[in-house]
């Protein structure tokens, strides 16, 4: 959402007379668009903001802002004497930068803008993409959901949905500019509704959009996962055959203080539905360790989850307080920092052996790949099968965009590794 929120922006500023610094040295106007779900990227944004002084001290008139989550989330922290900003922008408010800078540029004054809209979905911005083989497009904004970790509803609003038509414009826009993939985004994509129209249905009217090959999609919540979703993965052949459903705790009462609203049975019971359609379907999941008062035995209840669901990866992560949750108010952060340790060093460990095995039970398959680009290696290529599974080979020749066959000889918990095959 964050990559496709600063393609908004770029895009409307370069429809305002700005263009684009090849290099931040280069730049008189520098923003920082921002992440506010963990505290680690909160420390990445101070830090480059200290950086970012060094450049001022070559160039006096360099105007610094910050846009996104942790500019609304923060609100006029960012703004104070100190951390060098000049600007902070809302997610709702980037149709404004161009006035703010300017406005700045004339009088010196800071400037901010962190109104939420119950309307804004940036429908008539159809944004410049980075080139790649995949495009991003949020087919909603906001989230209704409360959980009590979460920063996202207080900084995003309320959810509202962008039209089936007005997706399925943008999307054939994008498959004239060359883009074989695109994945749709939500906060949680299960709640899309637009008159009678679901996620489902949307999926639906965006593969009929020629050229467009694949249809990817994040994130569902399992609060709510319609059986008519799970039919269209399942039957359309442009939606790709993977699904991520995060998780962020196995054991209940951990789940009820996270105001997931749904318990470690409906979670397993929907994970093996999905699984019992979809016997090859790809499943990932978001795991956090150390909620508020989550004891040893409750965290095995975690462990218990991740084994007997078998997911394919996990973004897995220690619980970090952040600022206006209900959580930060209510439930004090109480899990010693070597219990956390301890906790997220078993789970990786656990879910590395897990990817590994069903990874390695690939080999020997042969599988369409989308290129996207070199590998790491020398004379290798990279690209994803339908799974969302990273697939390197030699790379024969092969461009970005290119569809491929390759047979699996090799697996690493987090690659599959194999040779083109002729078609």
């Known amino acids: 959402m964050n990559e496709y929120d600063s393609e908004i922006a770029r895009t409307i500023l370069l429809k ?36 970012l002084q060094n450049l001022r001290s070559a160039n006096h008139d360099l105007i610094i802002g910050v846009i996104g989550c942790m500019a609304q989330s923060m609100k006029g922290k960012l703004i104070e004497d100190g951390t060098g900003v000049d600007i902070i922008a809302g997610p709702d408010t980037y149709r404004r930068l161009p006035e703010l800078i300017r406005r700045f540029e004339t009088s010196g004054e800071k400037e901010s803008d962190l109104i939420l809209s119950r309307t804004e979905t940036y429908s008539d911005v159809f944004p410049v993409h980075d080139q790649s083989v995949n495009a991003w497009i949020a087919v909603m904004r906001g989230c209704n959901n409360a959980c009590s970790f979460c920063i996202v509803p207080y900084a995003r609003g309320r959810e509202r949905s962008r039209s089936p038509q007005n997706v399925v414009d943008e999307a054939r826009q994008i498959a004239e500019q060359g883009f074989k993939q695109i994945t749709l985004l939500g906060q949680n994509v299960n709640s899309y509704t637009y008159g009678k129209a679901d996620f489902a249905d949307l999926i639906n009217r965006v593969s009929d959009v020629d050229g467009i090959s694949r249809i990817r999609f994040t ?21 790709c055959k993977h699904i991520h459903l995060p998780l962020q705790a196995g054991n209940d ?5 996270m ?6 049975s409906e979670y397993l019971r929907l994970a093996h539905l999905i699984k019992t359609e979809m016997p090859d379907i790809t499943i990932t999941t978001d795991i956090i360790v150390g909620f ?17 669901v078998g997911f394919d990866a996990a973004f897995m992560f220690k619980y970090s307080e952040r600022e206006n949750t209900l959580a930060s108010r209510k439930y004090p952060d109480d899990v010693p920092e070597e219990a956390k340790t301890s906790r997220i060093t078993r789970l990786v460990d656990l879910q590395r052996k897990i990817s590994l095995e069903k990874n390695t039970s690939h080999v ?6 989308l290129v996207e680009g070199p590998a790491k290696k020398p004379y290798q290529s990279l690209g994803r099968n339908d799974g969302n599974k990273i697939v390197v080979f030699p790379n024969g020749r092969v461009n970005p965009g290119d569809f491929v066959n390759v047979r699996i000889n090799e697996a690493t918990p987090n690659t599959l590794i194999g040779e083109l095959i002729a078609t």
């Open 253 to 257: 009462r951990i789940l009820e203080l």
């Open 364 to 369: 020997g398959e042969i599988f369409e790949v």
């Open 16 to 51: 305002n007379a700005f263009s684009i610094a090849s290099k931040p040295e280069e730049a008189s106007v520098i923003l920082l668009n921002t992440c506010s779900v963990r505290e680690n990227a909160h420390r990445k944004v101070m830090q480059r903001l200290s950086e």
């Open 219 to 239: 994130s569902p919540h399992p609060k709510d996962f319609p059986l008519k979703l799970i039919d269209v993965v399942r039957d359309n052949p442009k939606a």
């Open 292 to 308: 508020p008062s989550e004891t040893e035995e409750e965290f095995l209840d975690t462990l218990h989850v991740v084994k007997e």
């Open 259 to 264: 105001r997931r609203t749904y318990t470690q």
